[in-house]
Structures are given as structure tokens and as C-alpha cells.
């Protein structure tokens, strides 16, 4: 089964710490969420984890072996991460770009085969794009370029995702959908997940597991049954949070 690790990892930015050594391991079956007030650093910290920026010190294993060490390609058909901002500035269609999430799989010079388009048709239709596979992404709008950028990423079908805000844009139809999208990945088939969310509640509906970077290189890290409560938000976010009991578990309100 394929694991992510940190291992005493010291990451900053800017001569600001983001964390200073975590300790934790994205198991199969994990859903994890990544909480922090903004300019805290959580989209730095994931593309540490995902291998694109060194930490100050300590230790990002993927497989059990330093994730530096690894080539791009291997990394890639392990590991996928969904960046933060979704801007296509080269005309391509629809279908095309949810294409380019098989080339880790694929031999240099190899083209996409009927199973590889079967895969995007599927993953576009996943996330409701059904029907734009031949428009220009150019011509999108921020929340279908999303949609379409988690698509290619469900087309790339790695073992462990690194998602930063990928309900960013989204109406709050389309967010459920995605969440319940990488709920699935999870559970379904078994991959782990890390998100980077502002919305507390949708940590709550979803996550296993949670890590809150509380700013000067402090965190915590541990199931959300334990770790999400109005004490630990309070302190994380910096403001009076209100705890209300549904039917479905613990959601939070700001408080005045």
C-alpha cells in the first residue's frame, strides 16, 4: 500500500515557519484536511509533501524513500496534487486536457488509447462537464476550469492526493460533488487524501483525520473526532466559534 510520511519536517517561508517537526503519515483509507487561517502556509506545505520545494530540515518519504531521491515520473503515477489556481492560457480542448493526467502511465512517445480516453470521458463526466469535451478550455469559467483540473486528476489515478482548495470556485452543488468525488477515491478505492480547505464544516462532513498549522511553526495533527472541537478552533483561527449538533455530527458557526 502506498504511504506519504513526514518525518520532524521544518517548513517555512519568508523567514516564517509554517511547521516545525511534523510527524505524520497519509495511510490507504485517510482522508486528511488541512486547516489554517489564510497566509498561514498550507499551500506550501503540501507542495513540500508533494516534492516540488525542499523543507528547511527533515524528511518527505514516499514508498518509505526520500521523495527528492524519486524521478518526476515515478512521483507521478504515485502522487497527484491539485494546485491552488486553475488557469489554461493554451488552446486545447476539454477532453484533450483531461487526457494529460495518463502520460505518467504512458511510454515516451506513446499516445493515448481508447482506454485512456474511456478514463477522461468518465472522470469529465464525474464532475459534471459531461458534454464540454470538444470546447476550448480557454473559454471556461473559473469553476469549470477547476472542475476539469480535478478531472485530469482522477484521470491520473494516483494512489495519494494533495488537494489545495479544490471547492475554490465552486457553488455549493459542485463542491459536494467533488468532495464526495474524493471521499470516494478514499474509500472506494482505497487511496489517501490530504485537502486544504477553509470551510471547517466540510472537514467535518468528510475527514478522517486533521492537521492545524496554528502559525509559528506549531500544529496538531490527529482524527477529527478528537482534534475538532470549539477549544482547538478558537485558538486556530483566532475568533469565537459557536458549536451546533445535527444529525450527521458536529458543525461550527463563527461566534459573536
Same mark, same amino acid.
Given at each position: 500500500?502506498?504511504?506519504?510520511?513526514?518525518?520532524?519536517?521544518?517548513?517555512?517561508?519568508?523567514?516564517?515557519?509554517?511547521?516545525?517537526?511534523?510527524?505524520?503519515?497519509?495511510?490507504?483509507?485517510?482522508?486528511?484536511?488541512?486547516?489554517?487561517?489564510?497566509?498561514?502556509?498550507?499551500?506550501?506545505?503540501?507542495?513540500?509533501?508533494?516534492?516540488?520545494?525542499?523543507?528547511?530540515?527533515?524528511?518527505?518519504?514516499?514508498?518509505?524513500?526520500?521523495?527528492?531521491?524519486?524521478?518526476?515520473?515515478?512521483?507521478?503515477?504515485?502522487?497527484g496534487m491539485l494546485q491552488?489556481?486553475?488557469?489554461?492560457?493554451?488552446?486545447?480542448?476539454?477532453?484533450?486536457?483531461?487526457m494529460t493526467g495518463r502520460?505518467?502511465?504512458?511510454?515516451?512517445?506513446?499516445?493515448?488509447?481508447?482506454?485512456?480516453?474511456?478514463?477522461? @470521458? $468518465?472522470?469529465?463526466?464525474?464532475?459534471? %462537464?459531461?458534454?464540454?469535451?470538444?470546447?476550448? =478550455?480557454?473559454?471556461? !469559467? /473559473?469553476?469549470?476550469?477547476?472542475?476539469?483540473?480535478?478531472?485530469?486528476?482522477?484521470?491520473?489515478?494516483?494512489?495519494?492526493?494533495?488537494?489545495?482548495?479544490?471547492?475554490?470556485?465552486?457553488?455549493?452543488?459542485?463542491?459536494?460533488?467533488?468532495?464526495?468525488?474524493?471521499?470516494?477515491?478514499?474509500?472506494?478505492?482505497?487511496r489517501s487524501a490530504m485537502?486544504?480547505?477553509?470551510?471547517?464544516?466540510?472537514?467535518?462532513?468528510?475527514?478522517?483525520?486533521?492537521?492545524?498549522?496554528?502559525?509559528?511553526?506549531?500544529?496538531?495533527?490527529?482524527?477529527?473526532?478528537?482534534? @475538532? $472541537?470549539?477549544?482547538?478552533?478558537?485558538? %486556530?483561527?483566532?475568533?469565537?466559534?459557536?458549536? =451546533?449538533?445535527?444529525? !450527521? /455530527?458536529?458543525?461550527?458557526?463563527?461566534?459573536?
Open positions: 500500500m502506498t504511504s506519504l510520511a513526514c518525518q520532524s519536517l521544518d517548513v517555512s517561508i519568508g523567514g516564517k515557519d509554517i511547521c516545525s517537526k511534523l510527524n505524520l503519515a497519509l495511510e490507504p483509507g485517510q482522508f486528511w484536511g488541512l486547516l489554517g487561517p489564510n497566509g498561514i502556509g498550507k499551500t506550501t506545505l503540501l507542495k513540500c509533501m508533494a516534492g516540488l520545494s525542499p523543507p528547511d530540515s527533515g524528511n518527505v518519504l514516499l514508498e518509505n524513500q526520500g521523495i527528492e531521491n524519486l524521478p518526476r515520473r515515478v512521483v507521478a503515477r504515485l502522487l491552488q489556481h486553475t488557469v489554461y492560457v493554451f488552446d486545447a480542448s476539454v477532453l484533450e486536457t483531461a502520460h505518467p502511465h504512458l511510454a515516451y512517445w506513446e499516445r493515448e488509447g481508447p482506454k485512456d480516453k474511456q478514463k477522461a @470521458l $468518465d472522470a469529465i463526466r464525474a464532475v459534471d %462537464l459531461a458534454g464540454f469535451e470538444s470546447r476550448s =478550455v480557454t473559454g471556461l !469559467s /473559473g469553476g469549470e476550469a477547476r472542475r476539469l483540473a480535478f478531472a485530469s486528476l482522477i484521470v491520473q489515478e494516483p494512489a495519494i492526493l494533495l488537494l489545495d482548495e479544490p471547492t475554490n470556485h465552486l457553488d455549493m452543488k459542485h463542491q459536494i460533488r467533488i468532495m464526495n468525488q474524493v471521499k470516494g477515491q478514499v474509500i472506494d478505492e482505497n485537502i486544504a480547505l477553509h470551510d471547517v464544516n466540510l472537514a467535518a462532513r468528510y475527514c478522517t483525520h486533521i492537521v492545524m498549522l496554528l502559525g509559528k511553526g506549531d500544529w496538531q495533527a490527529g482524527p477529527v473526532l478528537e482534534l @475538532l $472541537d470549539r477549544e482547538n478552533l478558537e485558538r %486556530l483561527y483566532q475568533c469565537p466559534v459557536e458549536v =451546533v449538533q445535527t444529525s !450527521s /455530527g458536529r458543525r461550527f458557526l463563527p461566534g459573536s
